[in-house]
């Protein structure tokens, strides 16, 4: 039985409000024949508005409505099916994506009788793919950056390798006292850099996790930046390249971190000089501004691009890590300087006219009108040698007996254990000062070791050090639940078995002096 044109009518108009498409019908001169009451939602105009109306006759912007023109004209010529898809800001202020299919409605003979438009909207899947495809890309580009990182870590790592060795045999093979003396300086020159390396991966770790503990203390930002001046001299040395410090005569009083800030400006000031080439001036102003200490650090080297400045500061980034311009590294230094400037209230920024034209650095860090009170600088350490009697505890034995040899060089007594077991012992059967003590050890561990001690009368106040290669958070909690003196993380450098030593010493002459 034949439908009547009238019920087929009806048919659609069930059909198109029951459906979460928008369903039109569009006449030989492209005139809305019928549109179902969805339009509504999107367009806030009822469906009869647009009954009569061409698209570019209803309030359409004159883009949109041009495609559409475009399109139903192409339906009308070929009587073919059409897809396309089209951006629309809904009434809200939204924007919704569309698929479209226009479909020709024919006669018997072949002949156009109207246009069927059926649009389903694909904002959602839209978005979601938008988002896998930007996820695609960011973990492309993680990808691409892990290798290159991967790549310049073990680059970086065996860089110190080679002169260590090659300075170690001349140690071994050579009895000339300058050439022993000139080995010996490297090994100290490339232990520090790696130190420094693996220091800067910890780092930047526990600021990514949020895990870093910032000291807030009124400090002069004048002797920051002589510390940090200080830690640069050897590179600038190097390259024969001076620092021209331009410090106000009124010191300038910043809240922070006194270590942390030495740590920034000297990444800065390293920085600058890495990338200048010898023999030029590395410019450092500090000035007072609305309220703000702002120090600029520019330097006359290679400079950075546009897009070089966009992610200078972002995580094992090296925006010059090819050619003759690489000067290596891990690409950690000035995202750990960014971290550690918003840490403190500040930022950084950075400035370039292009390649070969210098760069220049601004840290900015708000200031303060509170001084430092002397109670604060504490008393200087005394610097007589007092012979020691000390426990160096290391499953490594190069790593204790060379410890043990060089706290014998140094005036003390050292006696070593390689397991936690021969440390207890040791600990309750020896007068001991002090002890160092590993904590992955092959027995028991360096915490346990630790623990028994300080249940034994004699050992309950003993100064105990963690020196070890452990130094996430979870380990300092360990160690200071084991109640260790100190948690440090090797390489120990000269300077801290110095302090460490004399700190001893000075507490066991103040001891016997009150006895």
Known sequence: MQLSKQHQEMELMVVAENLPDIISRFDGDGRFLFISKKIEEL?????????????????????FATRWNAVLDGVMRSKCEREFDFDFTDRHGADRFFIARAVPVLDTSGRLLNILVISSDHTERERAAAQTRAISEALRVADRRKNEYLATLAHELRGPLAPISSAVQLIKLSSHRPAREKAREVIERQVASLSALINDLMEVGRISAGKIEI???????????????????????????????????????????????????????????KYSPPETTVKVEQLSVNGKAVVNICDQGIGLTESQMQDVFDIFVQV?????????????????????????????????????????????????????????QGAPLSSAPTPLDILVVDDNVDGATTLA???????????????????????????????????????????????????????????????????????????????????LVKPLSMDELLRITESVANTNRTVSSSN
């Open 320 to 376: 010059h890590s090819v050619g003759v311009q690489s000067q290596g590294g891990l690409g950690i230094g000035l995202s750990l300087v960014k971290q550690l400037v918003e840490l403190h209230g500040g930022d950084v920024s950075v400035s370039s006219d292009g390649l070969d034209q210098g760069s220049c650095f601004t840290v900015t860090l708000p200031l303060t009108q509170a001084r430092e009170s002397s109670s604060q």
């Open 405 to 487: 040899t060089l706290l014998d060089a140094m005036g003390h007594r050292a006696v070593t254990a390689f397991t936690g077991h021969d440390a207890v012992r040791i600990a309750q059967s020896q007068q001991l000062d002090m002890a160092f003590i590993d904590l992955g050890l092959p027995d028991i561990s360096g915490v346990q070791v630790a623990l028994t001690i300080r249940a034994t009368s004699t050992g309950r106040k003993l100064p105990l050090f963690a020196l070890t290669g452990l130094g996430r958070d979870e380990d300092f909690f360990l160690t200071r639940s084991a109640q260790f003196n100190e948690h």
């Open 43 to 63: 367009t806030g105009q009822p469906s009869s508005f647009y009954i009569g109306r061409r698209v570019d006759q209803s309030g359409f912007d004159y883009p």
């Open 215 to 273: 000291e807030n203390k009124p400090l002069p930002l004048q002797r920051i930046m002589e510390r940090a001046s200080e830690s640069v001299t050897p590179h600038l040395s190097l390259k024969r390249q001076q620092l021209d410090l331009r410090m106000p005569d009124d010191d300038m009083w910043i809240m922070g971190d006194e270590l942390r800030l030495v740590q920034v400006f000297t990444n800065v000031l390293t920085n600058a000089s």
